[in-house]
């Protein structure tokens, strides 16, 4: 189990949700089971969005592993100048 | 519409070229003579990146119409360097960084060169304020500065 | 590509790849490239004027662009009447909204650059002509007649934001609250981060203060204006050369937008002069395309300055309260912070990203922050150098440099006493890793400028600042070249000096000179797909491809040594430039140069290359400090910067002039948004300062010099330890200097730009407010 | 659009004159091109005045100097005899623009275009400088204050052209000043701009004085208040704090994105005072070298 921590928005848009837990090995298994748990997100994933795996922000890197025990953040998408 | 007629001098060969009234130098030196190495950044005097000199002295090529060049003797970017030997200005500002994007730095070329033909040692204070009309974005004009600085002192022979 | 929901029940597949290569500590103290300061490639270009930029392109035939943009903030557009430019003589083609089909992917992108139903604000692009002459374009353009319904318009942030505020868009509904709003409004989204209770926080607290902000909207202000050409055959194979910081990017909306496919669509990154974010999206260059296509005929267009500044992409205005408690002995008990950012017509003001990078600075118990993106009749924003951080970093570092005055502690020490470091949580969510801001305090507190005296009339102002930095989708190629000299192709425009880093970088790893590596930006069609140049990514994700690309070739040319001298390529090994036997028992053989591998490749198998694509992930934060000297003249409320130091982590500099052209840059441009730079709007909702005669950037006489530390805190996710540098720089320098300056004018200034009449006003209040 | 240029004052007059549509004066050019390009103006016929001699020289005359009209501020501040003599004068036309647009700029475009924060203009309304204007109707002399109406707008008739401007001999203890506020350093228009010019007795008591003041209203003025108070003073604190007020007080301005009615009004006596201390020590210097530089 992963426990994952929504933020910005999309702890308003997921109804106030702030933490879920979710059976997951990798950043795709994440975020198919966070739309099974939270489908008001679906947009919001579909649009693109940043996974942070211990301090280590990740985009939408679907094989990315994540480690048993790991502090999970969803952010929104970073962008530069 | 007819065009002007002009004759004039450019990095020291005769140049003809026709234009319209209300072509700048600019234009012409971009769009008819191919030396695109003068800029448009405002088309109003305010950033010199088209800067030139006519008859030895520094202007804007944006605020000069191309018929005004008539019998005058225009120095642009492209003649600088003499062949394949920079001018120390030029050696300076690569030896110092002294640019990123560059857009700016031909202005700044001949706006500085301009400057040690007038004044070969001028302050760091001389040196702002001579530049003042030629702004740069990337750079915060630190290195700009030393540059021009530096390149006075190797042509003093120091 | 969807994801297939079935694959949650599925095992998890290996790690296909691990997209970072870790920081080697050893390699790291034998660099011989890396740190060095060579001439950069593009160099003699640029300084003989040879250097082609977006305008110096000429295709054969070309005909001149020209748009037609409105002059009302908000209108109803009734009708466009095109028939008597389309009859003039010279004019190839005419288009507007009509030549663009509705687009679901870019939808926004679609509208702000041919407007749709409605003007939103001045200088939206309204219907475009190509023609043979630019006089017969101008000629055209006043032939196009409009029907205006012109509507109320708004401009200013909290106005927008008033219930009975003229509405932009009729189906805007606010996103990111619950339960969603029933009633359109400017307020395209809320968000929110943070953790802990303030409430709690600020209850533990012995002073706290709370303040209102605000920021002026600020441009990029690059001295190039937006230029592209654009040729589409009658095949609909089509090229365009235009400045930009993403040619991927731009291929992908503008394919889109036009309707073909994106392999039929070639881009090519022309020289770019100046980006800093603002030419991160299309505006242009989809008008050039279409008018090519109608035409059929290769169509330039340069925007005008004006053009720049009233059509292109400034950065978000802001309007903010920030709300700070610390105990006497300096413990920050809680921070709280409202961003308010109108980022023009369209969703999308960086909002988030400032109350995300609000408070990143401190390690907090107890932090919230709250971001609105507001739309008003404003061109639409784009990206700026860290977007959206300057502004929330500002309120927060101006309230804790007044908070340490308050309780009598020097501001460095305030700051490191609450100093974010690795393992505090941030306040925007995730743990940091190792990151350098304590490092940068230290130098700060330590630089001989930080205890130099101080003139009468004068203040010194102190700020730290923040940015995330990415890494996105990144490739390279790498080929060893027949003399031994090698070529390398990158896919992110370089608007810095990035290229010179790339040849470093490969240099290094390859053990060549620097001057046998030369690198390129290629075209759409020459290599895979990288994101734009942004986030401060390029060095380190180019960068990084361009590692891993050498390494490749250099397990190659190991295997053709190992071939030549008939011994297995595990006993090979590559070492300054040379294969080498690794060892004794490998046998007896001169190392061959990588010339000499070069120069027999034709008979040992062909070609020698090497290539990488990848996600670039692991990009590490930046953190920096500035310190300024600021004078104020208290008679006329003018500023005078004396003497500036930026002190910023950069991991690894890779070659450190370009690391301090960015921290010099970037503290500019801050000082330009902190003194004088701003977008000023009349009454009538139309821009009053299009031009650089009244935008005020910073001139060469306006400033000292820039005095730079580089702090080098390698970023573990980088095998030299690199991050990103670019965007830092502009985050400490708004707060610095309003501490700066309301230090040296004896009253607290809260809003930007600190113009003189503002300064002047804020001082002889303060005398009344005395008396 | 048609472009001439005439070898003397006299063909360019009657160009000017003879035309029917829109008529430009072509000198520096550094506001007309501006204007071209923005397409503010349309003009049918632009007449280059670079090519008349009369219009191109500085001459020595009656201990003062005549300044031709299409004399670049570069040149004119190259002279060295003329700095000398008006620095004030010189400085302000030194402040427009850019070294570029200082190649090409000419004080008298500066004063035609009458454009209120004209750089150039306070100094030589505070020097009483003569203007030389040839038209159909032949020649006059107009003093500078009086040539502005309006943004834009001048007394000037149609064909008329000024050919010069003369600045008359600065006197033993004399001296003049400018000073404006911009927000920057080089590059920006004057928020408020002032020229004072002061002649002092043998006592250093102010026997005579000008002050011009620009970007304040809709021309540039002559502060006759901002005089009175400083003649028949030695110039202490309470005669500047009274002309201080004076020209304050004469200030007629707008709220705009340069400045606000309140920071100009304030500034310009700020910069009058500032200004004043500066002709004082020109004055005494010049007095100090028997009248000479």
């Known amino acids: 189990m992963v426990q994952v921590t929504l933020s910005g928005t999309f702890q308003q848009v997921a109804g106030g949700i702030s933490t879920l837990e979710i059976e997951a090995k990798n950043i795709r298994q994440l975020l198919n089971g966070l739309e099974k748990q939270c489908p008001e997100l679906k947009p919001l994933l579909a649009n693109g969005i940043a996974v942070a795996i211990d301090s280590t922000i990740y985009r939408d890197d679907w094989f990315q592993p994540i480690p048993t025990d790991s502090e999970v953040f969803i952010i929104p998408r970073l962008a530069g100048g | 519409m007819s065009g002007i007629h002009v ?17 700048t130098l600019l234009d012409v030196l971009r769009d008819k003579l191919g030396m695109t190495g003068s800029k448009e950044g405002c088309a109003s005097g305010d950033c010199g990146a088209c800067s030139v000199t006519v008859d030895g002295r520094l202007t804007c090529s944006c605020l000069m119409l191309g018929a005004e060049a008539e019998g005058h003797d225009i120095g642009t970017i492209e003649g600088i360097a003499k062949g394949t030997q920079l001018h120390p200005i030029q050696q300076k500002i690569l030896d110092h960084a002294a640019l990123q994007c560059g857009v700016c730095t031909p202005g700044f070329v001949v706006a500085a060169k301009a400057l040690l033909e007038k004044n070969p040692d001028p302050t760091e204070t001389e040196v702002r304020f001579w530049l003042a009309g030629n702004l740069c974005r990337c750079t915060g004009y630190d290195k700009i500065i030393r540059a021009v600085m530096d390149a006075a002192a190797e042509m003093r022979g120091q | 590509m969807a994801r297939n929901p079935d694959a949650d029940s599925a095992p998890a597949p290996k790690a296909v790849k691990t997209s970072t290569i870790e920081f080697d500590a050893d390699k790291a103290k034998t660099f011989k490239v890396v740190g060095s300061r060579p001439p950069r490639p593009d160099g003699m270009d640029k300084v003989t004027g040879r250097a082609r930029f977006g305008a110096d392109m000429v295709m054969p035939g070309q005909l001149v662009g020209l748009i037609l943009r409105s002059p009302h903030p908000h209108a109803v557009i009734v009708s466009i009447d095109t028939t008597a430019a389309e009859a003039l003589s010279g004019v190839k083609s005419v288009i507007t909204r009509d030549d663009f089909a509705e687009n679901a992917d870019h939808h926004d992108v679609l509208c702000n650059i041919m407007a749709r139903e409605k003007a939103l604000y001045e200088g939206h692009a309204i219907a475009a002509v190509a023609a043979t002459s630019k006089a017969v374009a101008r000629k055209a353009l006043k032939l196009i007649k409009v029907d205006y319904q012109i509507l109320p318009h708004v401009t200013d942030v909290d106005l927008a934001m008033a219930p009975d505020a003229p509405l932009l868009h009729a189906d805007m509904i606010t996103s990111g609250v619950t339960p969603a709003p029933t009633k359109p409004s400017n307020i395209a989204g809320r968000s929110e981060f943070g953790h802990g209770d303030v409430e709690a926080g600020f209850a533990l607290a012995d002073v706290i203060i709370e303040r209102d902000f605000k920021t002026a909207a600020t441009h990029q202000g690059y001295i190039e204006p937006h230029a592209c050409v654009a040729n589409v055959g009658a095949d609909g194979m089509s090229e365009l050369w235009c400045c930009t910081q993403g040619h991927f990017h ?48 290769p169509v330039k267009i340069a925007m005008s300055r004006d053009e720049v500044f009233k059509a292109s ?117 995730p743990k940091f890793g190792s990151c350098g801001l304590v490092e940068t305090l230290e130098a700060a507190r330590d630089h001989p400028h930080y205890s130099a005296p101080l003139g009468p009339n004068q203040g010194r102002g102190v700020a730290s600042g923040f940015w995330f930095n990415f890494g996105g989708e990144t490739c390279s190629t790498l080929n060893i070249n027949a003399d031994g000299t090698v070529a390398i192709a990158v896919g992110t425009p370089d608007i810095g000096g990035s290229r010179a880093a790339m040849c470093i970088m490969a240099a290094e790893e390859l053990g060549i000179p620097y001057e046998r590596v030369r690198t390129i930006v290629a075209d759409t069609s020459s290599l895979g797909y990288n994101d734009t140049t942004e986030g401060s990514r390029v060095t380190f994700s180019s960068g990084m491809a361009v590692i891993k690309a050498s390494r490749k070739a250099v397990t190659e040319m190991c295997n053709r040594a190992a071939m030549i001298w008939d011994i297995p390529a595990e006993a090979v090994t590559w070492e300054d ?80 002039d370009y690391v301090e052209g960015q921290f010099q840059g970037g503290a500019v441009q801050g000082i330009g948004w902190a003194l004088n730079e701003e977008y000023i709007y009349g009454e009538d909702g139309r821009l009053q300062n299009a031009g650089f005669l009244d935008y005020r950037m910073p001139v060469a006489s306006d400033l000292p010099m820039i005095d730079t530390v580089i702090v080098e805190v390698p970023n573990p996710g980088h095998p030299y330890g690199v991050r990103g540098v670019g965007e830092t720089g502009i985050v400490p320098p708004l707060a610095a200097i309003a501490n700066g300056v309301s230090a040296a004018a004896g009253v607290r200034l809260t809003e930007l730009p600190m113009s003189p009449p503002r300064v002047l006003k804020a001082i002889d209040d303060a005398k009344v407010a005395a008396q | 659009m048609r472009y001439e240029s005439p070898q003397t004052i006299e063909a360019a007059s009657a160009l000017l004159a003879s035309e029917a549509g829109l008529a430009r004066i072509l000198a520096g050019g550094t506001d007309l091109l501006v204007q071209l390009r923005s397409g503010m103006v349309e003009p049918d016929l632009v007449v280059d005045v670079k090519n008349i001699p009369t219009m191109t020289s500085i001459v020595e005359e009656n201990g003062g100097y005549r300044i031709g009209a299409a004399v670049s501020s570069a040149v004119m501040n190259e002279h060295a005899d003329l700095c000398a003599m008006w620095p004030g004068v010189m400085e302000g ?125 809709i021309k540039v003025l002559l502060v006759e208040d901002a005089a009175k108070a400083l003649i028949g003073s030695k110039l202490d604190d309470a005669a500047l704090d009274k002309m201080a007020a004076a020209t304050s007080a004469a200030c007629k301005p707008i709220n705009d994105k340069r400045g606000t009615i309140e920071f100009r009004t304030k500034v310009a006596g700020v910069l009058a005072v500032r200004a004043v201390k500066i002709a004082l020590e020109r004055a005494n210097k010049r007095a100090s070298n028997g009248g000479e530089k």
């Open chain 2, 7 to 23: 004759s004039t001098k450019i990095n020291g060969d005769a140049v003809e070229f026709v234009c319209d009234v209300e072509e």
């Open chain 3, 250 to 297: 731009v291929r992908q909306v503008c394919a889109s937008l036009l309707g073909i496919d994106v392999s039929r669509l070639r881009v090519t990154a022309s020289e770019i002069g100046g980006g800093f974010g603002g030419k991160t999206t299309v505006f242009i260059e989809p008008v050039a395309l279409a008018l090519s296509r109608k035409a059929g005929r």
């Open chain 3, 313 to 429: 992409g400034p950065t978000a205005s802001s309007s903010m309260n920030v709300k700070i408690g610390v105990t006497k002995d300096g413990h920050i008990t809680a921070g709280e912070g409202e961003f308010r950012y109108q980022g023009g017509a369209f969703a999308g003001a960086p909002a988030d990203f400032g109350a995300m990078s609000a408070f990143a600075c401190y390690a907090l118990d107890n932090v919230k922050t709250v971001a609105y993106d507001v739309v008003t009749n404003r061109p639409k924003g784009a990206a700026y150098r860290a977007p959206g951080a300057p502004m929330s970093v500002y309120a927060v570092e101006s309230v804790i440099a007044e908070l340490a005055g308050e309780i009598g502690m020097d501001p460095i020490e305030l700051r490191l006493k609450n100093a974010a470091r690795e393992g505090t949580k941030s306040s925007y969510g």
């Open chain 3, 577 to 656: 430039g040379h294969a080498k036997p690794s060892g004794a028992n490998a046998g007896e053989f001169e190392p061959m140069s990588l010339a000499e591998i070069a120069a027999t490749a034709s008979k040992t198998g062909g070609p020698i290359a090497g290539h990488h694509e990848y996600n670039a992930d692991g990009a590490g934060v930046s953190f920096g400090t500035h310190i300024v000297d600021t004078e104020v003249d208290p008679e006329t409320g003018r500023v005078d910067i004396l003497r500036y130091t930026v002190v910023q982590d950069a991991g690894k500099a890779i070659h450190p």
């Open chain 4, 93 to 217: 036309a030194d402040l427009i623009g850019s070294t570029q647009v200082q190649g090409r700029a000419t004080m008298v475009g500066n004063l035609c275009n009458c454009g209120p924060a004209a750089d150039s203009v306070p100094g030589m309304v505070a020097a009483n400088a003569i203007a030389t204007i040839v038209g159909p109707n032949g020649r006059r002399e107009v003093p500078v204050i009086d040539i502005p109406v309006a943004p834009g707008k001048s007394t000037l008739a149609k064909g008329e052209i000024v050919e010069s401007v003369f600045l008359p001999a600065q006197v033993k203890r004399g001296g003049d000043a400018y000073l404006r506020f911009i927000p920057r350093t080089e590059m920006d228009i004057a928020v408020v701009g002032v020229g004072v010019n002061i002649e002092l007795d043998d006592s250093g008591v102010c026997t005579h004085a000008r002050v011009g003041l620009g970007a304040v209203a």
